[in-house]
């Protein structure tokens, strides 16, 4: 057994440390404050590898391997959250989807636009009555000739106001469930898509989280991403990536709130001495530095899985289920820790405490993940 890194993961993890440091941090807090996409970090995300993470380098991508991936997620988030969700979207459910499915041809024609920063990518999944019962989607696609007729509504689409490529699913077959679905590339500049309404959110303000509407979206045959009826499994198998993004994003969240944490103990001074001094925030600080070693362990193992091309759904399930869970809980901590000042905007406490909600929501609640788990248990 090898617990090591390999002198290449600690160099990627080394760059996207002293960038996120030197120039995601210092904007982060006005980022959310006022909702702003970060455009220039993206571009510059996007010369340094790190938009294309996951693509060969023979498709012209960074070429890394999993492992290497989310140790990059985790230190862009521990900057920044919401910047770390446009990464982690566009690196493992557009990019990945297109390399691994794509036909050469796909991959030549989609993966340059989204790998280097100047354009990004999004994952329509989710509609008004297809939540985290996936199968159940109602956009559907027909077939005219020689293009696919795309009609319906996706919601929660992350990426949705800036992406110019949508990996989108849609029925194209008249049966229910999971097996009637196909995936197709997008282009959103193509006539009948449009962004409806943009969500307001609790957190990663960084990122943007609309409604996409196709109607009467003519998309050339050529766009079927995948076989005909095989969009959900490449959806879930898609998510299998997701999943480990968002369970490294929340070990950056659960990071950063160690860190802020440990460093306010130490300044901070009450009854006449650091409130380092006192057993009961020693204690917070060592549970939080555990969860969070324990959850990165998973973490790793289910990329590390992804890496060898193993099957990891239940890994990736029980990688996002800790590290969410422990982002939330180090953020409750972090915001205890940090008093009356934490509550306040002053700090930035309250902002991981907000940007961790959504990784227990986002690419399969915890109880989604608890589902995906137990059917393994039981099979
Ligand atoms: N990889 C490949 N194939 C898979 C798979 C995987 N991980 N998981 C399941 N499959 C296959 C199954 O083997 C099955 O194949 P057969 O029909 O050949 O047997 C088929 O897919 C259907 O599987 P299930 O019967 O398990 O499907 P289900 O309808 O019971 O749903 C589910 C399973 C786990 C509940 C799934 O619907 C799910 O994960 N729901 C959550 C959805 C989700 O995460 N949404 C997030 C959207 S993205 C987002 O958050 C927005 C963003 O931009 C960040």
Known sequence: MELELTEEQRIVQKLARDFATAEILPIAAALDREHRFPTEIVRKLGELGLMSMLVP?????????????????????????????????????????????????????????????????????????????????????????????????????????????????????????????????????????????????????????????????????????????????????????????IAAQALGIARACLEDSVAYAKERRQFGKPIADFQAIQWKLADMSTRLEAARALTWRAAWLRSQGRRCTQEAAMAKLAASETAMWAATQCVQIFGGYGYTNDYPAERHFRDAKITEIYEGTSEIQRLVIARNLLS
């Open 57 to 245: 380098e023979a498709d012209g991508g960074a070429g890394m391997d999993a492992v290497s991936c989310v140790l990059a997620l985790e230190e862009i988030a521990r900057a920044c959250a919401g910047t770390a969700v446009i990464a982690s979207v566009n690196n493992s459910l557009v990019c990945d989807p297109i390399a691994r499915f794509g036909t050469a041809e796909q991959r030549a024609r989609f993966l340059p636009r989204v790998m280097h920063g100047r354009e990004i990518g999004c994952y329509c999944l989710s509609e008004p009555s297809a939540g985290s019962d996936a199968a159940a989607i109602e956009t559907s696609a027909g077939l005219d000739g020689d293009a696919w007729i795309l009609n319906g509504t996706k919601l929660w689409v992350t990426n949705g106001v800036e992406a110019s490529i949508c990996v989108v699913y849609a029925r194209t077959e008249p049966v229910a469930g999971s097996r009637g679905i196909s995936a197709f590339v997008v282009e959103k500049d193509r006539p009948g898509v449009s962004v409806g309404r943009v969500e307001r959110k609790l957190g990663i303000n960084a990122s943007s989280t609309a409604e996409i509407l196709f109607e009467e979206c003519r998309v050339p045959a050529e766009n079927l991403l995948g076989g005909r009826g095989e969009g959900f499994k490449i959806a879930l198998a898609t998510l299998d990536g997701g999943r480990i993004g």
